[in-house]
């Protein structure tokens, strides 16, 4: 009897232990961020501020710009990368157990949740007082999400985004089809698609998205059709509404032409483009160095996203083409011990200046309007204009709600757009997917 | 009834030996509570909350997660696809192994060499070997599918992709039950199988009258083990598959869903529910286990 208590007790550790590693995980941000701490008393200056962010092709640009903060605070600042699944864990596990890194980035996805919370540094203060920082600069959906529905702001807005079409010139010359113009609407995109998966007997695909490149992918032709994801009081959705169902009527179109949903599951777009395999894929503006420093860049140009000519008159209206835009914000942890610096810092950044460096390094577009023309020429050989042009359009912020993954990550799956993805000769299939994404996000709302 | 031993002082070498003794746990006494008693318990209570944000304002709902858990479909599912991915892992990593162990337990030229490749695989991290497979696996450009000519989705059928995991997971535990078998192959007396020789029975039939039974201690144990650890996969499905792999919802594991619920989807709640239900399910299969033990295996 009493070997087989110790069994359950073993069994029962195993899998609780499982449950510690969310707690263990907070240990290890907690040892990245302590960097800063060591100083106690607060109103101490800190020796040195930690900053976590969880994209690599902006670290070098990131250190750079902070260096030069330094040159006048003299505080030192460690950029650290930390991937995106581990970073949200390891913040989520900081901000519960009380040490998160001094400075960090926030996202749409979960803005909403650390903002209520009470766990990020509250900026107005800081903001009235400083001469550098205007918030009416900025671009509107990314002021508006981090300022919460008191008028507490608690992020700057560090960048913005935007989405084109990225092609491989040299799969379109094989194939003999004419190259993505900026009057290219969807259909034209089947068609040249159609050229080349066709041309090649299927050794190569005229393009491929998956699920899950939806602010990418699939979102803007919802938009161009006239549909919303989430509507603009972030609420509700017209998914399952004639105008999205439209959209994702072209889009199952597209997939019949391009790469299966079995290959993009296993490989990603990103690799399958690298590689060769596909002609055209949607991109964002983040993922640019990524191409530029591929092996074959030379080969790659990028175009603006095609427009739906809703009205049938054979010319791109405002609001008939439409790019996601998304922006990320600079925060800082309410319990830093040295929130004169941090906040110093984020003023950097985020002021004219710190922006214009941003741009010129080429490490993202700004959160600030009117400083990004800079961007446009930080990739010599590779022509990005296409990104700046999107502006001309129409642009729509990310949807989010509260908890957005929680829907987003149900839309990528079976029982949602999956099926489709997976059967797209079925457009019924399509059009019952669009009415589960209804009840999925319906319910979703609901239940935060 | 039994008399009670009159207590005996202890004396006060004894008492500074006991204190001492204390010292020289307490490091692991208090890493067993601050990181395995707190959490389980904490785990159990969460069970009946609904939980707020950052661990903050959880609020008391009785057993409305259980009632949920329950009735989904997808619980069962998961735990449908758990059990298929012991079934693959448990017997072949088990006879496997055995059968290396009884090789490698021969005076032979390089068996330490050879023992060595085999445990290898419980050496390497396992989101590595993960990743390594991952691509063996590949239908673009996998190594498997290039020397075989094929063009199998191997990861991606959802008719085949729970056995490409489970042969990921066999490999990997191979090494480690094999090293088991062999510390367990030496204590049996070589005299048995001398014996064995002079009444002229057969390698097969020496394996099967004499190594099997007394070997069955060992194979118990491994078996108890590996079930246990086989119901808690997670790391093989999380980085094989692709969250947009229609194949994942005939794979993922149950703690594959505790991990969706509680980290990607921030609730829990909801996921120490499913935890709390895999940790019964254990206790019960254990138990069942046990009572087994006496008629499988051999005591001489």
């Known amino acids: 009897m009493k070997k087989l208590a110790a069994l359950l007790l073993a069994a029962m550790m195993c899998t609780t232990a499982l449950t510690a590693c969310g707690g263990s995980g907070g240990s290890g941000s907690s040892s990245s961020g302590s960097g800063s701490s060591e100083s106690s008393g607060s109103g101490a200056k800190a020796g040195s501020i930690t900053v976590n962010i969880w994209d690599a092709n902006q670290q070098k640009g990131i250190q750079e ?33 009380g040490t998160m890194p001094d400075v960090f980035w926030m996202h749409s996805n979960t803005a909403q949740m650390y903002m209520e919370n009470d766990v990020l540094l509250k900026l107005n203060d800081y903001i009235e007082k400083d001469s550098k920082i205007d918030m009416s600069k900025y671009y509107e959906g990314v002021k508006n999400l981090y300022t919460r529905s008191d008028g507490n702001v608690y992020a700057l807005p560090k960048d913005h985004d935007t989405i084109a079409l990225l092609y491989n010139k040299a799969i379109f010359d094989k194939y003999k089809v004419d190259y993505p113009t900026d009057k290219w609407t969807w259909t034209d995109m089947y068609e040249a698609a159609k050229k080349i998966t066709e041309g090649s007997k299927g050794d190569v695909y005229g393009m491929a998205m998956n699920t899950s490149n939806n602010q990418d992918g699939w979102y803007n032709l919802i938009y161009s059709y006239g549909g919303q994801v989430i ?13 999205s169902k439209a959209g994702m009527e072209m889009m199952r179109q597209l997939l019949t032409v391009g790469a299966p949903q079995s290959v993009v599951a296993e490989t990603g777009t ?14 964002g503006s983040w993922m640019i160095n990524s191409f530029y420093t591929a092996e074959n860049h030379a080969d790659y140009a990028w175009a603006l996203l095609p ?3 809703r009205n049938g008159n054979g010319t791109c209206e405002k609001d008939e083409r439409w790019s996601a835009y998304n922006g990320l914000g600079w925060a800082a942890s309410a319990a830093v011990k040295d929130p004169e610096s941090c906040y110093s810092l984020i003023s950097y950044f985020c002021s004219e200046e710190g922006q214009k460096l941003q741009a010129e390094k080429g490490v993202t577009m700004g959160g600030m309007t009117g400083v990004s023309d800079a961007f446009a020429n930080a990739f010599e050989g590779m022509d990005i204009k296409p990104f700046l042009d999107a502006e001309n359009f129409s642009l729509y912020f990310r949807p989010y709600t509260r908890k957005t993954t929680v829907w987003e990550d149900a839309l990528q799956q079976a029982g949602a757009f999956l099926d489709p993805w997976q059967k797209p000769d079925d457009a019924e299939l399509m059009s019952k997917a669009c009415d589960n994404a209804q009840k999925i996000i319906e319910d979703a709302i609901k239940a935060e | 009834m039994k008399q009670l031993a009159p207590r005996k002082k202890r004396t006060k070498a004894e008492k500074r030996e006991a204190i001492w003794a204390l010292c020289f746990i307490a490091p692991t006494i208090i890493g067993l509570i601050a990181l395995n008693f707190y959490p389980a318990i904490d785990t159990v209570w969460q069970s009946f909350c609904k939980t707020g944000d950052f661990g903050k304002g959880n ?35 088990v006879v496997i192994a055995l059968i290396l162990a009884v090789f490698l337990n021969k005076k032979l030229k390089g068996t330490s060499v050879f023992r060595t490749i085999f445990f290898l695989p419980m050496v390497c991290a396992p989101a590595a070997v993960a990743m390594v497979w991952k691509w063996l696996y590949n239908q673009q450009f996998g190594l498997l599918n290039n020397v075989f000519g094929t063009n199998v989705a191997w990861i991606s059928d959802p008719k085949i992709a729970w056995i490409s995991i489970g042969i990921i997971g066999v490999w990997s535990v191979i090494g480690y039950n094999m090293v088991l078998f062999i510390s ?26 004499i190594t099997v039974p007394l070997l069955s201690p060992t194979t118990f144990f491994i078996v108890q083990t590996r079930i246990i650890g086989a119901l808690t996969i997670f790391d093989l499905m999380f980085m094989v598959m692709d969250k947009t792999n229609l194949a994942l919802e005939n794979t993922q594991s149950i703690v594959y869903l505790f991990y969706t619920y509680a980290f990607t989807n921030g609730d829990k709640g909801y996921g120490a529910t499913i935890v709390v239900f895999l940790v019964i ?20």
């Open chain 2, 59 to 93: 609020v008391f709902i009785g057993f409305a997660n259980y009632a949920k858990v329950f009735t989904a479909g997808e619980t069962w599912h998961s735990l449908w696809n758990t059990i298929k991915y012991a079934l693959i892992e448990v017997p072949f990593g």
């Open chain 1, 231 to 243: 509507t603009e009081d972030h609420k509700g959705t017209t998914i399952g509404g004639a105008e």
């Open chain 2, 184 to 209: 367990g192959l030496q204590e049996i007396p070589g005299d048995y199988y001398e014996a064995a020789e002079i009444d002229g029975a057969t390698g097969i039939r020496q394996f099967f009258h």
């Open chain 2, 281 to 300: 399910f254990i206790m019960i299969v254990t138990f069942i286990m046990q009572r087994a033990e006496k008629k499988l295996v051999y005591h001489p």
């Open chain 1, 307 to 309: 427009y739906a000519d």
């Open chain 1, 65 to 97: 710009i902070a260096d030069k903060w330094t040159e006048t605070s003299g505080v030192k600042v460690n950029v650290e990368v930390v991937d995106w699944d581990n970073y949200w864990t390891l913040l989520e596990a900081g901000a519960s157990g």
């Open chain 1, 270 to 283: 990103d690799s399958l483009f690298m590689s060769g395999k596909v002609g055209m894929i949607t991109q």
